[in-house]
């Protein structure tokens, strides 16, 4: 499971703030590590939601694990954070850019398939 620190490096390096090295800027760090864990957290409910999990619950820390999967964490969460990052920096056209891809990417989520079963028989004169 990945941790809200590996998605905040991720959407550090989108919003380019890495040095030569890859390391995060001791700028970037100081100003949006305290506000990471809120945005992390906030965009997960909304991850969890498209992928039918229940979280149990808060991201407090860069260190929590987050529990939507791994490729949600991954692939799409890094996008709404740096988009919130772009917002915060005033920069509009890379907070368009990631808005977009983040919202484009949730469209490609899928929810865990499920059996429903009819507890209570609402189905069963229609045959």
């Known amino acids: 499971m990945m941790t809200a620190r590996e998605v905040f490096e991720k959407a550090v390096a989108l ?3 890495t040095d030569s090295s ?4 001791a700028q970037m760090e100081e100003s949006y590590a305290g506000a990471a864990p809120q945005i992390i957290g906030m965009l997960q409910r909304e991850l969890a939601a498209h992928e039918g999990v229940s979280l ?3 991201v407090e820390s860069l260190e929590d694990v987050l529990e ?8 799409i969460l890094p996008y709404g954070v740096a988009a919130s990052f772009a917002l915060a920096d005033k920069n ?3 907070h368009s ?5 983040y919202r484009t990417l949730i469209q490609t989520m899928q929810a865990d398939e499920t059996d429903i079963s009819d507890e209570y028989d609402v189905l069963g004169g229609m045959t």
């Open 92 to 94: 509009g056209d890379m």
């Open 15 to 17: 919003v380019d703030g």
């Open 97 to 101: 850019e990631y808005s977009l891809k």
């Open 68 to 75: 939507i999967s791994d490729d949600a964490a991954a692939r």
């Open 56 to 58: 149990t619950g808060e």
């Open 22 to 25: 890859g390391s995060i800027t």
